[in-house]
């Protein structure tokens, strides 16, 4: 008798602490709030020019990036700077996806923006395009030691910075001969 329930005992202990850790484990509801939470982000210049299925697989690669280190929810959540966390998760997927392809300069600085900026000539084909972005791409690497450091400028920044307008303007004037002639009107009081 005293076997059983000692026996008895022992596996209400294991289910409880079974039960329980499987309740703090991320579920589809955990990833849905944190993929809702994200949508706050989709303003940032990479984002925005995303699609909406581009958008959800990159909240879907920041998620699990997040599950990853933090298997336990509740671990997640009592974060003291949780929302500092999700800035830092956001960034560094977005300098992974960039570190993968050189090329994505197109989603942080759009072609119609520089167009409209003035930086570009309209009308460009699609090989002119890429041409700029790869020399743009290239500038960017030889003035910035990381990729990093390219993003905390971006985003330290509140316009953008002027090394990288200088280097738009340089591979437009290089490859197109487009000169951009700025015209300052000093307003006395």
Request: glycine fraction near 4%; charge should be negative; hydrophobic fraction near 40%.
């Amino acid at each position: 008798m005293r076997k059983s329930i000692l026996f008895i005992m022992f596996v209400a202990c294991v289910a409880t602490v079974v039960g329980c850790s499987a309740e703090r484990r991320w579920g589809e509801r955990e990833r849905r709030e944190l993929r809702n939470e994200l949508r706050a982000y989709r303003d940032m210049a990479y984002l925005d020019n995303l699609a909406e299925v581009e958008f959800d697989t990159f909240t879907g690669n920041v998620v699990e990036a997040i599950e990853i280190d933090y298997p336990i929810y509740t671990t997640f959540v009592e974060l003291p700077g949780r929302g500092d966390t999700v800035e830092v998760y956001v960034v560094s997927t977005i300098v992974e996806e960039l570190r993968a392809n050189p090329h994505n300069m197109r989603n942080i600085y759009p072609y119609p923006y520089l167009v409209d900026e003035g930086i570009l000539p309209a009308n460009l084909n699609h090989q002119a395009q890429r041409a700029f972005y790869e020399c743009l791409s290239y500038k960017v690497k030889q003035y910035y030691p990381t990729t990093l450091a390219f993003f905390e400028d971006i985003i330290n920044s509140p316009t953008m910075p002027t090394p990288i307008v200088d280097m738009q303007m340089a591979c437009a004037s290089e490859l197109f001969d487009w000169s951009i002639e700025i015209d300052e009107t000093i307003v006395a009081d």
